[in-house]
């Protein structure tokens, strides 16, 4: 791993570490664990001379202050972890349990979705829910995280026609991915469901772990707040 990285200059301050990734083939929670910890601990370790660190699926960007450290100094932390990485199997992400209600009110898309798949919303509920996610990549909004992998099942391309806004909440699904809105915004994935409290930017980092725990509608308006009749 640590010899399979390559390293090169983006900026006078910036670099970028890239893992091979064979053409067309899906993200490897693995390696996104480990860039992920690898993140967290230039961050911990580097402190406010770190200026940025930018995870994704089988890169990381790294900007650091170069009045307060030279890049010799942290490419040998870099590659120093990377060794220890190698032996290590387990990476401690956070693991996330998100309420999400099912309900075709909320999920825009379910009705057209299930036809789609040729699944009842119950069976696209299940089958959505019993899947541990990883955390890929956070980005396109502050705090919106790119999940996998989707069961083959409900993988679905992206909406013929994007939406202008999608609720915030929205739970969706795009290819082998999904994600949770978490502001409005416009969108084009296929929305099946919403969750009633709402992630914030910095609630999910790459290597993280997620879970969606399905609830009725009743409970889904007492946790958003809204009133019952």
Not at 11 to 35: C, E, F, K, M, N
Not at 123 to 129: G, L, M, N, R
Not at 190 to 199: D, N
Request: aromatic share 10%; proline share 7%; charged share 15%.
């Amino acid at each position: 791993m640590s010899s399979d990285v390559h390293i090169a200059p983006v900026s006078v301050d910036t670099w970028l570490l890239t893992w091979p990734l064979d053409q067309g083939a899906l993200p490897d929670a693995h390696l996104v664990a480990v860039i992920g910890k690898l993140a967290n601990n230039l961050r911990t370790h580097f402190g406010a001379a770190m200026v940025n660190t930018v995870p994704a699926y089988c890169s990381l960007m790294v900007q650091i202050d170069l009045r307060s450290i030279d890049w010799v100094h942290v490419e040998a932390a870099i590659r120093t972890w990377l060794a220890e990485f190698e032996s290590t199997s387990q990476f401690a992400g956070r693991h996330h349990r998100i309420s999400v209600c099912y309900d075709p009110d909320l999920g825009l898309d379910m009705h057209e979705f299930s036809a789609l798949k040729q699944l009842t919303p119950d069976d696209v509920t299940a089958i959505h829910s019993q899947a541990i996610y990883t955390v890929f990549a956070v980005g396109f909004l502050p705090g919106f995280a790119y999940l996998g992998h989707v069961d083959e099942r409900l993988s679905a391309p992206r909406r013929a026609t994007f939406r202008a806004t999608v609720p915030a909440g929205s739970v969706a699904i795009a290819d082998r991915q999904t994600a949770i809105y978490p502001s409005a915004s416009p969108g084009g994935w296929q929305i099946i469901g919403r969750a009633p409290q709402l992630p914030t930017p910095g609630d999910f980092s790459a290597g993280d772990t997620v879970e969606f725990v399905p609830i009725d509608r009743a409970h889904f308006d007492r946790l958003a707040g809204v009133s019952m009749v």
